[in-house]
């Protein structure tokens, strides 16, 4: 068998036009002999509106809550009305549940508190509205669907948003649930982010989560690769809105790709591709709204690349704090007490760079930055400053290739460079600069390396007809 979890985002499924064309591209992979197992996110907006209807009751707001859960329900039902010929008894199916939803939502604005518990059961009919829908305009569309609770399968800890999935069961779970249907040719569609604890209470693996159970399933059935459909057409060179002569790259490392992932959330969380990753299964990104194109392919070892780099990442709104102490000459334990600070203040630093008697550290800026700074004055002189941005460049061992640093701050020469790592990992190169410089060094720096792109690497014939 030749098996492909085909994971499609809440753009891919957000009205029937979107859930159409995702039909149609399920169906492609049927006809090109494949067996597709179909994971679905909440359609767009969905889980957002969710959360902000249960924050809302338990603040009191029963009205404002229940007004947001019955414009989600009409947004449903229309939804399956639209696709589903014959769409009574599903019509029907999306009442109940909103009924219950409803149930919920008073219960919350009565008892005015919102536990991570509750939080996950109301953002799951997210997951579970969308993968009814999705399965029934399938089953509309000719394919033979097969609609599977993903909470039967994906099993969790307790620990509600963020849930961490418990291995040995879903590789149990999941052929054993799976392997049948694909045998009798069903198309499977799942919900992703949703799943339940071993009570069968439902937890979710944290937002952004379908990928993470598209990864899941298709590392438990060692399938032959992992599609994720979103609305880009892959892994760019650099951002095309800031760089009109961005790039697709068509096939990038793990590594690479994780170290881009925390720029781009857009395309990917590192950590969700992993169980892929263990069973060195590719995975593509793939653009719904444009299924020719053939995406970014993510894979153990790809080609060596002749350029040094393969992308430029840039993530804004980052401050950066300046401690300086004399006392810390010579001595230790201070940077244990620095980080102790943002530790307590559960802070996540980003970057960091010492000499002797300073430490600079990068966060993303944050409201709590002022009482950090007040803590840490207690050792040492503090100066922090907002609107920076932090550019990173990432490729295969950009450690062994020699002039690379020479190469890459003289591309941005006219530029002040506030701090500077690399050699943290092998694929990055980062530096921080003002947020109001940061799109003129992307350019810069995508003028120096990408004007003689690898086709191996790169889609050139993009460029060539333009
Ligand atoms: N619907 C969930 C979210 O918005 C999960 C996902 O889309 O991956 O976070
Ligand atoms: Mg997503």
Redesign the pocket.
């Known amino acids: 068998m030749s098996l492909v979890v085909m994971k499609f985002?809440?753009t891919s499924v957000e009205d029937p036009a979107a859930i159409r064309r995702t039909a149609a591209i399920v169906a492609g992979r049927v006809a090109q002999g494949k067996q597709p197992i179909v994971v679905v996110?909440?359609m767009a907006k969905?889980?957002?509106q969710l959360l902000r209807a249960a924050a809302i009751a338990a603040e009191g707001d029963r009205t404002g809550a229940l007004a947001i859960s019955s414009r989600l329900r009409s947004r449903h039902r229309d939804t399956a009305a639209a696709l589903v010929a014959d769409s009574g008894a599903l019509v029907d199916r999306i009442d109940l549940k909103f009924d219950s939803l409803d149930e919920i939502l008073r219960g919350l604005s009565a008892i005015l508190e919102l536990t991570p518990r509750v939080s996950d059961l109301i953002v799951s009919f997210?997951?579970l509205f969308s993968s009814r829908i999705v399965a029934a305009a399938f089953r509309e569309q000719g394919i033979n669907t097969v609609h599977v609770d993903s909470r039967q399968i994906i099993i969790t800890d307790s620990q509600f948003q963020k849930a961490i999935p418990q291995d040995d069961l879903i590789e149990e779970r999941v052929p054993k649930k799976l392997l049948p249907l694909l045998a009798a040719g069903q198309v499977p569609v799942m919900g992703?982010?949703i799943a339940s604890n071993q009570a069968g209470i439902s937890t979710t693996l944290g937002?952004?989560?379908?990928?993470f159970t598209a990864a899941l399933i298709g590392g438990a059935l060692r399938a032959e690769a992992i599609e994720i459909w979103t609305d880009v057409d892959g892994i760019m060179t650099a951002d095309p809105r800031v760089c009109p002569d961005a790039l697709r790259v068509k096939v990038i490392s793990f590594e690479e790709a994780a170290e881009l992932a925390y720029f781009g959330a857009k395309v990917l969380h590192p950590a969700t591709i992993l169980p892929a990753v263990k069973k060195n299964i590719p995975v593509l990104v793939l653009n719904s709204r444009n299924a020719a194109c053939e995406g970014t392919r993510i894979i153990s070892l790809p080609p060596h690349c002749k350029s040094p780099f393969k992308s430029i990442a840039v993530k804004k709104k980052l401050s950066i704090i300046d401690v300086v102490a004399s006392r810390m000459l010579m001595t230790h334990g201070y940077m244990k007490d620095i980080f102790d600070i943002f530790d307590k203040h559960e802070c996540p630093v980003d970057m960091v760079s010492t000499s002797e008697v300073s430490v600079s550290l990068t966060v993303d800026s944050n409201e709590k930055l002022p009482s950090i700074a007040a803590d840490l004055g207690q050792l040492a002189d503090v100066k922090y400053e907002g609107k920076k941005a932090l550019v990173c460049l990432v490729g295969d061992d950009i450690r062994g290739q020699s002039g690379m640093a020479a190469q890459v701050f003289n591309a941005i020469r006219h530029i002040n460079v506030r701090m500077i790592s690399q050699g943290a990992s092998e694929i990055n190169m980062s530096f921080m600069i003002d947020e109001d410089d940061a799109d003129e060094a992307v350019r810069s720096l995508h003028a120096a390396f990408f004007q003689d792109p690898d086709p191996a690497i790169f889609d050139v014939d993009a460029r060539k007809t333009k």
């Open positions: 985002g809440g996110s909440a969905v889980t957002d997210g997951e992703g982010f937002r952004g989560g379908s990928d």
